[in-house]
Structures are given as C-alpha cells and as structure tokens.
C-alpha cells in the first residue's frame, strides 16, 4: 500500500487548547468512548514494570472521566521493540494513533526502544542509556488519548525531558478534561497588537491563584486562543509570551513572528487599559455560575508593564516600601502585583537588595477568622533565580522566614515558586504586614533539575515574578467576585505589529515506509496517512504516528555540562 508521509508536528491547530491533536481538516483526535483497553506487552524485562504502568494508567485516569483500563486482549498495546532502526537510535518512544477522517481513534499503541534503551524502575535523569520508564509511559499515554506537546515547563506534555515527567500538571489535566469533559471553566479571547491585528503564535498562559500552577494555549492566525478544562471557584491571571521552540510547532507556526516592537516584544501580564503601569494584572474569576469568560482582546507588549514607581525603587540606592494593599482594597479579597529582577543584577550567588511590599489591612473589616495566603510564583517564566522571602507583621518577622523551597521527591526535582500564610489578628489595627523578598543567581545543578530544557527558557534579560494575596476563611478560598475586566481594546501596543498568515503543510510522497529518514527524528514527529485513493479506504483510515512521543536525544549538550538535551515529541 502507497503511504503518504507527512513531515508535520501532531500539535493542535490553535483556537483550541493547545495540548489538543486534530487533523488536518481540524477535527479534533479522540476516542469516542470513555473506557479505553490497552494490553501490556513483553515489559516483564523490566523491573516493577506493571506497577509503573499501573501508576501511569492512574495518573490520567484520576484526572478526568476518561479510563485507560488494562487487558490481555485487543489491539492497543504497549510493547518494547527489539528491532527500532526503522525510527533511529535517537527515539525512545512511538505512540501510533490510527484514526478515521473524523478524528476518532481507531487503535493505538505505544512502542518503547528496547534495542537502544534500558528502562529502569529508579527516577531522575536520563543517563548512560538508562531511562525512568514511569516518565517515558505517562508521556506517551498523553499521547495515546490525543493530547499532543506543551510549552508549559512543568508538563508532562512538555516538549523536552525532565525528571518527575511521571506527574501530570495541571496543563496536562487541563489537556485531557477539555477533549473529553464539558463542565470545566474556560477562558478565550484574542490577542492583538497595534491595529487591532490579531497575533500567530503567542503563548497565553493562565496562572492558577489558588495553586501557581499555570495552563496554556497558542494562538492562531487571528490572534484566539481558548484555554479551556480549568478548574472553577479560582482567580487565573494571563500571561502572554513569544514562542521558545518553533523547531518543536507544526508547520502552521513556521511563520510566526515576534518583531512587532522595536525590538521583539516581551512576556507581559494581562492588565487594564490606564492601569498598564501599575504592576497590577486582572484577575479572572471562573465559579459555578460563571465559568466561562470572554476577555476580550489583549495586548502583546513592548514591556512588562511594571509600576512606574517600583521601577524607580529598582535603581535607588536603598529601596523604600511600596505599599500594595491599602484602605482602597478594603473590598477587595485577592490582589497579584508584577516585580522583576534584571538578569545584570544576578551576577553572583549572594543575594540582591530586597524588593519591599507593604500589606496594609488595619481597620479593614473582615468578619470570622481570615488567613493572608502569599504566594511568589516564577518558575513558569523559565527564571534562573532562586528567591527568598521573609514576612513581617508590625514590623516582627514571622517564624524566622516562612517561604520555603520544596523539593518534590522521589524526582529531585526543585520548586522554586515560594508560598506563606499568616491569620489575621481580631486586633485590626495589627495587621500591618511587609513582604522582603531577594534574589539569586541559581545554581547550575538546581538549574537543570528546576527548568526543562534550561538553555531555551533561560535567556529572559528581565526576569518577572508575580506576587499573589489572597483572604481566605475556614470554608477555603474567597473570590473577588466584583472585579470587572477591562480588555485592551483601547491601549494596544507593539505598534510595528503586521498581519502573518500561517503556513501550509508539507508532505512527501514514498511507497516503502523502511525510507522514513532518521531526520524525522529530528524533526521529532510524523503522520502517515492512506492518501486518497491509495486503497480501499480512500483516505478514510489515516494513520498518525508521532516519532520520539517518548524521547528524542540530542547530540546538543547542555551549557552546564550535566546531560544532553532530551527532546519529547
């Protein structure tokens, strides 16, 4: 049978969530029932191999209603393969999804390199051709209900390897729910420049307030994006930012472009239109009764958008308390304001002078007992910093520093996001609180275990952070519910922002599939398709195969010296 293969990247054409796969007539892949078998193939070599595979089966299986339930029977399998020279050395994974011209799966398998790799049963890095089967299987199984590759660092969906891959984010459940769930919060919108052009190929990603976590999406040739699965009773706040790896997008994005402003635009916070410079992003409140929201347009920016007088304080010789929580937020029960560090200032291991914020809730009337949650988070911006933080309460430090750096085990993988809580004292007039909060270079060796492919991400000259209040009682979290959202309608900037259309797709034809060049594997993922007419199923039974949906390696060394680059595709 004549085999079309299409040199393109199983990625979701955007105006969906970007975890996504879909045809090229962009319908959506996925399994039109809720309970999929999948028999477990010659992994006996492998130590503890049915408990990892249990523990990766549970991950997406405790995460929507879709059930990924293990047979001795049918035709999706997970199986290693002795012989993968028809893929090359460098993927250790393929997960084949064959699917009809409507999107629906047929049958898939997960294909494992058995003649290059050694999976082992012990977490951490890849090395000496040892491979933590747990991370490679719940990868690919993302891959086998349809999801396909994210830019959000701590994914499992993500791009590139990192240890603790075996943990789905809140990305990947966020992936998986909107395929297959209905009731689940959604954000959507567009982002534009100056004209009111719509932007290809932004990253918008939506920072839980509740847990830091953020989930994303890309937008497409007019600038929608749609960040849908998310969590309802939270405050997400919108982070726009150019693509890092357009090698690792489908042909749609070659053509994306970010010299929209002088010089490239930057990541910015989604804020109000004359609020642009206050350092105050919008929150977006999702809940029962409101769990979808329009936004409106936003701006992609030349800047970050910071407050004009913390800015001041950034070059003075001693930096003097701002106050962001005052007698004007007295109605307000959650708050988030932007800071930065510069990467100059971060030259050395000690620590920077310390940025200072005032939380002022003296005679602010909450009734019942009330909890201050702060929460630093940075690590989805791809920094090169670790933070340390202390808390004070009329000018008393709190339990010495309350701000801790976790670490997630057993992945020995770093959190360099900070979080604290405090409760408020019945005396009003004594919740007077001042957050310090100092940075660092980060070490080589936490920077590799704390930011997937670390050489991408890590070349902000600017490094935001975004610091996030929050009041909350017995009962749990207290939304802002009276905010109102202000779009950018009226205050695009990235004046030089023009029109770029997306790019087509290519193919190249071959009748013998053992002629698939090892280059694929750089290039990371393929479909093979039955082209129309060269068969009995005139195209109506497409097969799509994404090569290296486990792992590709690269012969790019890391800057640091401690492993090679580990591309997922």
């Given at each position: ?50 408990t ?155 920072i839980?307030?509740?847990?830091g ?29 150019p ?17 929209f ?19 105050i ?9 409101q ?27 001693e ?49 019942g ?105 017995q009962?749990g ?18 004046p ?61 060394l ?12």
């Open positions: 049978m004549r085999l079309i293969f299409l040199l393109i990247w199983i990625f979701s054409i955007p105006a969906l969530a970007h975890q996504k796969s879909i045809t090229l007539n962009q319908s959506e892949i996925k399994w039109s029932y809720s309970n999929i078998p999948l028999r477990i193939d010659s992994l006996s070599s492998i130590p503890n191999a049915n990892l595979v249990d523990e990766a089966i549970s991950e997406w299986n405790n995460s929507s209603k879709l059930k990924i339930i293990k047979s001795t029977t049918g035709n999706n399998r997970v199986k290693l393969l002795s012989d993968f020279s028809i893929y090359g050395s460098a993927v250790i994974g393929v997960t084949e999804v064959n699917y009809s011209n409507s999107g629906e799966i047929v049958t898939a398998s997960i294909l494992l390199n058995d003649q290059n790799y050694n999976f082992v049963d012990t977490p951490g890095m890849i090395a000496n051709g040892k491979v933590y089967l747990k991370d490679v299987l719940t990868h690919e199984l993302g891959h086998f209900i349809g999801l396909s590759h994210s830019e959000v660092l701590d994914s499992t969906m993500f791009y590139s390897n990192f240890p603790g891959q075996s943990e789905l984010a809140a990305d990947d459940k966020a992936g998986v729910r909107s395929k297959y769930e209905s009731n689940h919060g959604k954000i959507f919108g567009y982002v534009r420049g100056g004209s009111h052009i719509g932007v290809l190929g932004v990253h918008v990603q939506a839980s307030r509740s847990t976590e953020t989930i994303g999406s890309i937008s497409d040739q007019n600038g929608y994006f749609e960040i849908s699965g998310l969590d309802k009773n939270d405050t997400y706040y919108l982070y726009t930012s693509l890092k790896n357009l090698n690792a997008l489908p042909d749609y994005f070659s053509n994306v472009q970010s010299e402003c002088p010089s490239s635009y930057v990541g910015s916070f989604f804020t109000a239109c004359g609020r642009e410079n206050d350092g992003p919008q929150g977006i409140n999702l809940s029962s009764s769990y979808e929201v329009n936004v409106g347009e936003i701006s992609i920016n030349c800047s970050l958008k910071t407050q004009e007088d913390y800015n001041y304080q950034k070059i003075a010789q930096f003097s308390s701002i106050e962001i929580f005052g007698e004007e937020d007295k109605n307000k029960y959650e708050k988030a304001y932007v800071g930065f560090f510069r990467a100059s200032s971060l030259l050395t291991s000690t620590f920077t002078t310390a940025d200072k914020f005032l939380v002022d809730m003296r005679g602010v009337n909450f009734p007992d009330k909890i201050l949650k702060i929460k630093l988070i940075s690590q989805a911006f791809g920094n090169l910093v670790e933070y340390s933080m202390k808390l004070k309460m009329n000018g008393v430090e709190i339990n010495g520093s309350p701000f801790i750096k976790t670490e997630k085990l057993p992945e020995y993988t770093l959190s360099l996001d900070l979080k604290s809580e405090v409760a408020l004292s019945s005396v009003s007039t004594e919740n007077l609180f001042e957050i310090e909060i100092m940075a660092k270079k980060l070490s080589s060796e936490d920077a590799i275990y704390s930011i997937p492919d670390v050489i991408t991400f890590s070349g902000n000259k600017v490094m935001p952070y975004l610091l996030s209040l929050s009041l909350e009682d009962d979290i207290i939304l802002d519910s009276g905010s109102d959202l202000s779009d950018n309608y009226s205050c695009l900037d990235a030089f922002t023009y029109a770029v259309e997306k790019s087509t797709f290519s193919s190249r034809n071959t009748t013998n599939d053992s002629q698939l060049p090892e280059a694929t594997a750089a290039a990371a993922c393929a479909t093979i398709t039955d082209g129309p007419g060269s068969g009995p199923s005139s195209g109506t039974g497409q097969f799509m195969m994404t090569l290296g949906i486990g792992f590709l390696l690269s012969l790019l890391s800057k640091f010296g401690k492993r090679s680059k580990n591309f997922l595709s």
